[in-house]
C-alpha cells in the first residue's frame, strides 16, 4: 500500500481499539468479569465517579482479555511491519488501560514506545493529541485511527491514515483530510449478523411439535401454535447464543470451528451482536404475547436458564449436561404449552433419558476431539479427556434407558387409547437402538459433530431412521 514518506523516520503511530484490534479491550474485558466473576461488577460501579482512566485501571486488575487471542486487522499489522522494515518507529497509542497496550505491544513485537491510560489519564482524543505532540511536535508523525474521537489526533498528524466503519465515515474523513488514505475498511457483512443467529440449531426446536403429534392434535390451531412457538424459540435460542458466544470469546478463539464465528473472529463487533441479541429477544417476547401466558413463562425460564448456563454452570462438571438437558426438555414443556396439552409422564421420563444421553454424547464429541490433538483438559470447560471412559458408559445408559421407557409406554393401557395397532410401535425401538448405538460409536471415532441434533438434521442415516419410525407411527394409529 502506498503511503506518502513512507519510508521516512517519522514515528508511525497505531491506535489499538478498532483499529490494530478488530475487537474493543475494554468491552472484551467487561465479557470476561461477567463471564467469570460477575459480582466483581458492582465493585466496579464506585470507580466510575472517579473517571474513565480509573475503571478502566480498576477492571485491568481483575479481567483478562486474553490480548494473545484476540484479533488483529490485518491491513494495519502489513503497514507495521512495513514501517519496521524501513526503520521507522512505531508507537502504539490508546485508550485502553496500559497493561493491555503492553501485552498487545510485546505479542506484536519490535513497538518502540506506548502511550496508553494510566489510571489518572484518559488517553483519548485532545488528550491524547496532546501528548503526541508533546512527544514528537505537530506533523511529526502519522496516525492511524479509526473513529471520529481521532479527529483532533489527525490535525496533529503528519499523515492521516483511517479505518473506516462505513463508507459515511470515510467521505467524512477525506472531507476534513482531503489526502488522508483508507487503509482498511471494517464494514459489518450481513453475512455475519445471520451467522451469528446459528440458524442449523433451530433444528431443536422441532421438539415444540412433539407434545401436540404425541397427543395426535393435527388441526390447524394446534400446528398454527405450535408453529409461532417454534419461532419465539428460535428468535430466544438465537438471542442466547449470541450472548453464549460474547461469554465465551477466549475459548471459542482456541477452538479449531469455533473461532471462525462472527464475534470470536471480530467480523461482528461486540456493540453490534448485543444489539442484535436484544432484539431478537424482544421479538420472541411479542410473539409470545399471542400463546397462553404459561408459554411465556416457559420461554423466560429457558432464556434464563441459557444464560445461567453460559455464566456458571457450562464450567461445572456432569451439572453442564444435565443442564443441557433440561433446555432440550424445555422445548417439550414448552411445546405442551403452546398447545395447552396435559404432560404426560411417559414422554417426560423419555425426554429425562434421550436429553441427557444427547448431551453427554456432545460433551464426548469434544473430548475425543481434545484427546486426539493431545490436550489432557479442555479449555472451559471442567472435564479432562481421560473423563471420557466415564461419560461414554452414561451416555449409553441414559440412550438405552430412554427406549425402556419406550417399551414399558407400549406396554401400559394408555398407548391402546391413542394407537389402533399399537403392536406395530414395538418396530421403533431396534431403530432408536440402532441409532443410539452408531451416534455412540461415531463420537468414540470423533467423526461425529460436536453436537449430536445438528449431525442428526445432516446425516442420512439418521433421517432415513427418522423417517422409517415417522411410517411405523402413521400405520398404528
Not at 482479555?65 to 512505531?90: F, N
Not at 496516525?143 to 490535525?155: A, C, K, L, N, S
Request: charged share 20%; hydrophobic share 50%; proline share 5%.
Amino acid at each position: 500500500m502506498a503511503i506518502q514518506a513512507l519510508d521516512d523516520r517519522h514515528p508511525l503511530v497505531v491506535d489499538v481499539d478498532g483499529t490494530l484490534v478488530k475487537s474493543d479491550l475494554l468491552h472484551e474485558a467487561l465479557l470476561h468479569v461477567i463471564a467469570h466473576r460477575p459480582s466483581y461488577l458492582f465493585r466496579l460501579v464506585p470507580h466510575l465517579a472517579q473517571g474513565k482512566a480509573a475503571f478502566k485501571a480498576r477492571l485491568a486488575e481483575c479481567a483478562d482479555p486474553t490480548i494473545a487471542s484476540v484479533p488483529l486487522r490485518e491491513e494495519v499489522v502489513t503497514l507495521i511491519r512495513e514501517a519496521q522494515a524501513a526503520g521507522r518507529p512505531v508507537v502504539l497509542a490508546s485508550a485502553s488501560d496500559h497493561r493491555y497496550v503492553e501485552a498487545l505491544a510485546e505479542r506484536i513485537g519490535g513497538i518502540d514506545r506506548i502511550f496508553a491510560s494510566d489510571g489518572n489519564h484518559n488517553l483519548a482524543g485532545r488528550r491524547k493529541a496532546e501528548a503526541l505532540e508533546a512527544a514528537f511536535g505537530r506533523g511529526g508523525f502519522d496516525y492511524i485511527g479509526d473513529r471520529p474521537v481521532d479527529f483532533p489526533v489527525w490535525r496533529s498528524a503528519r499523515n492521516v491514515l483511517a479505518v473506516a466503519a462505513s463508507d459515511r465515515f470515510a467521505a467524512k474523513v477525506n472531507r476534513a483530510f482531503p489526502d488522508a488514505t483508507i487503509v482498511a475498511r471494517q464494514t459489518v457483512r450481513p453475512r455475519s449478523y445471520l451467522k451469528v443467529l446459528r440458524v442449523h440449531q433451530w433444528t431443536k426446536n422441532l421438539l415444540l411439535f412433539v407434545p401436540a403429534v404425541a397427543a395426535h392434535k393435527f388441526n390447524q390451531d394446534a400446528l398454527a401454535a405450535s408453529a409461532l412457538a417454534f419461532m419465539c424459540f428460535c428468535f430466544a435460542a438465537s438471542s442466547a447464543y449470541i450472548i453464549n458466544d460474547l461469554l465465551d470469546l477466549p475459548n471459542d478463539r482456541h477452538h479449531h470451528r469455533k473461532r471462525n464465528r462472527p464475534t470470536a473472529s471480530g467480523d461482528l463487533p461486540i456493540t453490534h451482536a448485543l444489539i442484535e441479541s436484544a432484539m431478537l429477544a424482544l421479538v420472541a417476547i411479542l410473539g409470545a404475547l399471542a400463546l397462553p401466558p404459561r408459554f411465556l413463562l416457559v420461554l423466560g425460564t429457558y432464556f434464563g436458564a441459557t444464560l445461567l448456563y453460559s455464566l456458571v454452570l457450562k464450567r461445572k462438571v456432569l451439572i453442564d449436561v444435565i443442564a443441557l438437558g433440561g433446555l432440550y426438555t424445555l422445548r417439550v414443556f414448552a411445546g405442551l404449552a403452546a398447545v395447552t396439552v396435559t404432560a404426560s409422564p411417559w414422554l417426560l421420563m423419555f425426554c429425562l433419558c434421550q436429553f441427557l444421553s444427547l448431551a453427554v454424547i456432545k460433551r464426548c464429541s469434544e473430548l475425543v476431539f481434545w484427546r486426539d490433538a493431545g490436550q489432557e483438559a479442555v479449555t472451559g470447560r471442567g472435564y479432562k479427556t481421560r473423563d471420557l471412559a466415564v461419560l461414554m458408559p452414561i451416555a449409553a445408559a441414559a440412550g438405552y434407558g430412554a427406549v425402556l421407557v419406550v417399551t414399558l409406554y407400549l406396554s401400559s393401557p394408555e398407548v391402546v387409547a391413542l394407537y389402533r395397532h399399537p403392536a406395530r410401535l414395538w418396530l421403533v425401538c431396534p431403530l432408536l437402538l440402532y441409532w443410539i448405538s452408531r451416534v455412540l460409536i461415531l463420537a468414540n471415532r470423533g467423526e461425529l459433530h460436536d453436537d449430536p441434533v445438528i449431525f442428526a438434521s445432516r446425516d442420512r442415516v439418521s433421517w432415513l431412521t427418522g423417517f422409517l419410525t415417522a411410517v411405523i407411527v402413521a400405520v398404528s394409529i
